[in-house]
């Protein structure tokens, strides 16, 4: 089994840039009745449920809803109201503004040719229920929001982790997680697979695809420094020409030992 990640409140306050950046605007809110299918669709649904807010954005319905009214709610959407297909469920992590999950469905309406966003918030340590029995696309949906983000569904038949191995400790996408996992996790196939006796033998798991080792001549293609494979890396650098040997008639030949490297930026 791994071991649980140390806790890491305020991790979303603590930027690790100094310089400012750009904010982007918020997305303008209208009214519901400026379009007359979502409004004689919001006048239905307000007779049976009340919203905490409503809004049209982007050309969709938003409805903002109580978490415990979203089994009813998506039920009458799909029945009385032909929003028959959900596109898209996940939750987004505001755990450290508000120590809350923001759960959000995305339904389409074929007939109408028109897309409603239902959204609710619920606390870190409370459960959303399962829609799975309505919308068919929540199962799988369901279990990765579980295993990627730790929102508990309620009433879900398999709930289990979909993506992350069963024993894995965290959850990924929750804004607090080390993007390169920690010492646990840089061991965890290594340990899985050959034991802990192999760790010297094969070394950590590299988990930033970015990272290109000059020195490492096993794994890498070292453009201009190519040596043969598992040999010591040489600091010489190989020339390559850029075009075939006929080239092309209207295109200048680019020759490797004429180009210039600037130090400097101009």
């Known amino acids: 089994m791994m071991r649980e990640y140390k806790d890491r409140k305020n991790a979303q306050k603590r930027a690790y840039y100094t310089d400012r950046f750009y904010v982007v605007p918020s997305i303008p809110k209208e009214d519901v009745n400026s379009d007359e299918i979502f409004a004689k669709d919001y006048k239905e649904l307000k007779k049976h449920f009340k919203f905490k807010e409503a809004y049209i954005q982007k050309g969709q319905l938003v409805l903002i809803i109580k978490p415990e009214e979203n089994k009813k709610i998506l039920s009458f959407l799909k029945d009385e109201l032909d929003y028959t297909f959900l596109s898209e469920m996940s939750a987004n992590d505001y755990l450290e503004q508000s120590g809350e999950f923001e759960i959000f469905y995305q339904l389409l309406s074929m007939s109408k040719r028109k897309r409603l966003r239902v959204k609710c918030r619920i606390k870190e340590k409370s459960a959303i229920e399962s829609v799975h029995t309505i919308f068919k696309s929540a199962d799988w949906a369901e279990r990765e929001m579980f295993d990627l983000m730790g929102v508990n569904v309620n009433n879900h038949y398999n709930l289990k982790r979909l993506i992350m191995p069963d024993d894995w400790h965290g959850h990924p996408l929750r ?92």
């Open 175 to 266: 804004k607090t997680y080390p993007l390169q996992g920690d010492e646990a996790a840089s061991w965890y196939e290594v340990d899985k697979i050959f034991g802990k006796e192999y760790r010297d033998i094969i070394g950590p798991e590299q988990r930033d695809p970015a990272r290109v080792d000059k020195k490492d001549t096993k794994n890498f293609v070292r453009i201009y420094h190519e040596v043969p494979y598992g040999a010591k890396p040489s600091e010489k650098r190989t020339n390559q020409d850029y075009q075939e040997e006929d080239g092309v008639f209207f295109i200048d030949e680019f020759k490797k030992d004429s180009s210039k490297v600037l130090n400097t930026r101009r």
